[in-house]
């Protein structure tokens, strides 16, 4: 069993940053690829960003060059950080642990809501 803890969400200036966190409980963080989606209201849930355990990451096209992923595998943590937000990065964001090995489940954290408004 893993347990995801989000934090780090919050309101911000467009233009801020912000840097979530999500850590992870067990011993078995590096069996997984983590990731950052977001959900806005109306909207499906989407990928933000993704990072294997060996530091491989990917973006969605809308973050790319403004957000970065970064995982601590020591710390069983990953991180978001945002730079250069816009109102439409306003949603709410979950950590996501998604198994390299077929026969592990999935995990999903509770979610923080990130709001960027003047």
């Known amino acids: 069993q893993v347990q995801l803890v989000e934090s780090g969400g919050g309101l911000v200036q467009p233009g801020g940053s912000l840097r979530l966190s999500c850590a992870a409980s067990g011993s078995i963080f590096r069996f997984y690829i983590m990731g950052w989606y977001r959900q806005a209201p109306g909207k499906q849930r989407e990928l933000v960003a993704a990072i294997t355990s060996g530091g491989i990451t990917n973006y969605a096209v809308a973050v790319k060059g403004r957000f970065t992923i970064s995982r601590d595998n020591a710390k069983n943590t990953v991180y978001l950080q945002m730079n250069s937000l816009k109102p439409e990065d306003t949603a709410v964001y979950y950590c996501?642990?998604?198994?390299?090995?077929?026969?592990?489940?999935?995990?999903w954290g509770q979610g923080t809501q990130v709001t960027v408004s003047s």
């Open positions: 996501n642990a998604h198994p390299t090995i077929p026969t592990m489940p999935d995990y």
